[in-house]
């Protein structure tokens, strides 16, 4: 089983360093297999709102855009998405950020245009590879708000376990959680009932057959 240290910090997180939580699940009976590190990768990116795009005057494809990421003054953006356009809440690569495939966001000209950054796609994030269009973010999601925090990609660590056949605890983050809870004195941690109400809406007629 795999699991992130955060994840089951929101089940039991007694105030312990990693460390000491990692040797408690050990301690619990469970071995660990392995242990990954994880840094955001999305420093830099920021949401951000086109409040003008106009078509470039030499290539049609190409849209000249003043983009709103929450700072004193509007980015001037060269974008060629074509689904590019006002209003839209967008991913934006300011200057100085890293895209996952290790190129560098810096001002530069193109067509004789100053880009002060770069419009994303999930592609381009790394995230998926079919979808090339500029994400196009809800509405409600403030203007500046990081990307890291918007995907709740925070530092973490991923624990992998092995689990014998005489420990099915070990199978579930919620087993995990009560062992952890056991070592540290914690009352016992109980799931949430949601009491889901059954409604009917087809009714078949039933006809006895003598």
């Known amino acids: 089983m795999k699991f992130n240290e955060n994840w089951l910090r929101e089940w039991i997180n007694p105030k312990i360093n990693s460390v000491i939580l ?57 974008c060629g998405a074509s689904n590019c356009r006002n209003n839209i ?12 495939n290790g190129l560098h966001i810096k001002k530069k000209k193109i067509q004789e245009k100053l880009s002060e950054g770069m419009l994303c796609s999930f592609f381009e994030l790394g995230l998926f590879n079919f979808c090339k269009d500029i994400i196009e973010l809800p509405q409600n999601i403030p203007i500046g708000k990081k990307i890291n925090d918007l995907f709740s990609l925070k530092k973490d660590t991923f624990i992998k376990v092995t689990v014998t056949p005489n420990r099915p605890d070990g199978l579930s983050i919620l087993g995990i959680a009560r062992n952890i809870a056991a070592i540290n004195n914690f009352e016992r941690i109980q799931l949430k009932e949601r009491i889901i109400p059954v409604v009917i809406k087809d009714q078949f007629p039933i006809t006895k057959l003598y």
């Open 22 to 78: 990692r040797n408690q699940i050990i301690e619990s009976g469970i071995e660990i297999e392995s242990i990954n590190e994880f840094n955001p990768i999305f420093d830099g990116f920021l949401v951000g709102k086109i409040v003008e795009c106009i078509t470039h005057c030499k290539v049609n494809n190409l849209k000249i855009l003043k983009v709103d990421v929450g700072h004193e003054n509007l980015l001037n953006i060269i």
């Open 89 to 100: 809440k967008v991913v934006v690569a300011t200057v100085g950020s890293i895209l996952p």
